[in-house]
Every structure is written in structure tokens, then in C-alpha cells.
């Protein structure tokens, strides 16, 4: 009997398995399949682990997730069905959302140069909202979009390091706020808040506390001009692949510090996040079958003579044009290609390169790696390939992208949907913070 979430089938396993056991039983299919396609796995699991785990790290922060980071149905599905709030970009991430029975308080419109059409279509939605950094957009809001709850977004004044720094494209100076708080006075608009964002894949956690600090500077200016400021939006910007250099934990120290002393609970503000990578990133494991491979030789002389090394190249189902566009667009990328079959500690290696299946040269996922020697037909995984990577694949000289597998241990699966079989299209929106389930929220099918 298969199990579903939206119109995707789920596998349910039985007992935890690791990603390798999981990749190799798929593999297998494939060749009962004679396919020799790229395939993405997505452990659900996962995903329920990391929300749950948020409010284990962050009791008074409600997640808002960052759906231009992986808009997979099944991600969105289930981050609807737990209780997940949501960040959309534009008109047809907000629809997709809506579309899944999410009510729009569960939205926030954050892009904050918008188009007035897509204004003018959150506004119809009850969208309400919405960031902005600039007057034009205030401008625009007014016109558009009178009653819009605005959150100002302010770009945090530090050195601190971050991968994908978007400070370069969004916020005002904190120092220069005050001037967009007096013309949306001016305006007779509703500001309710501030927001950030510390740039993702942030290296250095004490970016927060900086970027909470400037926050309240320019929440206490709008309370002053007497705006009801009620809302404090962190952004995104948080570790999401299994074994980062700084971990979530070091990242909720340093948040929870910074909030205890500049928005204390008994203040009663909202507190929000728009964390993407955070919730998807260890959830996605690709699969690439080895699809060709040219050996070079290089000559190198030791000092008994000459040496002829070989270089192997292998030519893989996927590049950067599909799921690895990720090598291209999102500095926070780590890719770490891994064989499947067995390899024994003694067994050689050699220098290795691992290109895409397009005919441009650009398509190169990996140089100067030490691997066992493949053979075409086998196949290579690599892990954490959840953000930033499905979301932006082009199918580009027609390559198509990886098919998606779900699955999930049967314990977590049964917590969330405790019948066994259900049909979610209805709006359940429930909260499992608490650990609660959906059994009275989703429709038994079977
Ligand atoms: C406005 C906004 N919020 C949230 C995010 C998600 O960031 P991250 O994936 O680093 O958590 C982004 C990423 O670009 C963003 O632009």
C-alpha cells in the first residue's frame, strides 16, 4: 500500500536506514528499470526533524520558511501540514502556497522591490505583510495596496563573514531608516516591524546580536513616529547541511542572547525567521549515474625514472546546468561527491574530475579529486543537496532533471499522520509544536 502527501508517493521505511543503504535500494530499482537517470532522494524525516528542532532551539521564533530555496511539493506539504509559516518572493509562490489551503497570515510577501501586479495580487489575497527598503516602493504600496502591513528592511551595518552577502542588494542603512519611517508617516502607511537578513550562509553567528542591536535602534525611531511596531523578522541565514563549520546551536546562542536583551519576552513582540537552507539542505541526497569516462595520462618523473599517472575523467547524469547550478549561483555550495559501491580503505585512487552531461565546458562539478577507480554505469551520491539546487535547474541542451523519491521512517511519518493513508488537500493548518498531530486535520482516504 503506498502512502501519499499531496499526489507524491511516499515510501515509508521501516527502520532508520543510512543514506548509502537508501541511494543503493533506489539504484537497484533503477537498473530493474534499465535507468540510467539521476535520481534525488528526500528524506521527509529530515525535514520534521529540523522544524521540530527549531522550536527546540528557538522557542519564541516562529519559522517562516524561505520557499525560493527549494519549492519541491512535498517540502512545501509537509511544512504546511506541521504548522510552517512561509516567505514568499512573488505572485506564483504565494499562489502555490495558498493553493495548499495555508492561510495568508501564514505569509509574508518578502521581496522588497516588488512588481505593482504582484502588489496588487497579494493585496486581492489578503496577503498583508510585505517588506520594503526604498520610497518608490512606498509609493507604490500606497497606491496599491493602502492597508499592506509593512515591515521595514534595514541592512546591518557590520564586517562579519557571510557566503552570499544580500546586503549588497537590499536594506537601508539603519542610520538612514528614520528618513522611510517619516514618509511612511507621511503616507498615512502601516509600518509593523523590521527585518534583516545577515546574509546566507552566515560564518560567524555574532552577526545576529549586531543585526539585533541596529534592529531595535530603528524599531524604538517607528514607535517614537507612532507606529505600532509589533514585529522583529531575524531573516534567514542559518547552517542547514549535516556537519557545518558553525553549528545551529552556536547560531541559537548567540540569537537567544540578543533577543533576551533587546526584545525581552514580556515586551510580547513576534518574533520571526525566514531560515531556508536551515530546513531542506541535509534533506536532499542526489544520485548521478557514470555515464562515460576518458582516462588522460600525465608523465612525471620521480627518481627512478619516469611515471605515468593517469587522470580520470568522469562524465556524470547531472552538472551544473540541472541540480548542481548550486556550483554556480550559491557560494554556500559544498559539494562532496561519494562512490556507492564498497570501497576498501586499501584500494587505489586516482586523480579524478567529475564534469556534467552537457557539451559545454563550464559544466565541471568537481576537479582534482582522489577516487577509486568507476566504471561507466556506476554510480557516484553526494549529500546535503536540498537548498539552492532543484529551485534554479534548467533543462538546458535536454537534459532533463532527477527524478524525486520520498521517503521516511515510519515512526516520524505515523506522528505526523498518525491513519496510515491520508488525503491533506484540505486546508489543515495544525500546530505540532507542541508535539500535536494532524489526526483531526487530514481527511482518511484509505
Ligand atoms: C529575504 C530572504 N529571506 C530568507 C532567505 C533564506 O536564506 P537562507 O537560505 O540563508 O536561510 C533568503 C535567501 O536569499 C532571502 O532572500
Redesign the pocket.
Known sequence: MNNYLGDQVVDIHQTDHSIPSVISKYVDLCKLEDSDDSFIACNLGDIVYKYNDWFRTFPRIKPFY?M??NDDSAVLKILADLGANF?C?SKSEIQKVLSMGVCPSRIIY??PCKQSSMIRFAAKSNVEKMTFDNESELNKVKRIFPTAKLVLRISPQSNFKVL?D?GIKFGVNPEKAINLLRAAKNLGLDIIGVSF?VG??CQEPEAFASAIQQARMVFDQGRDLGFNMTLLDI????PGHAGASVSFDAFSHVVNMALDKYFPAEEGIDLIA?????MVASAFTIAVNIISKRIETRHQHDNNGELINPVVMYFVSDGVYGSFNCLLYDHAAEVKIKPLKYVDVNDMTFESSVWGPTCDGIDCIATHLQLPMHEVDEWFYVENMG?YTIAAASTFNGMQNPRRIYYCDEGIWLNVYPKTVYNCAQSGTPDLRQGHSLQNTCEKVC
Open positions: 524561505a525560493k530555496c516567505d518572493a518578502a521581496n552570499c544580500l537578513h546566507s550562509g531573516g534567514g541565514g542559518f525566514e531560515p531556508g537552507r536551515y537548498a
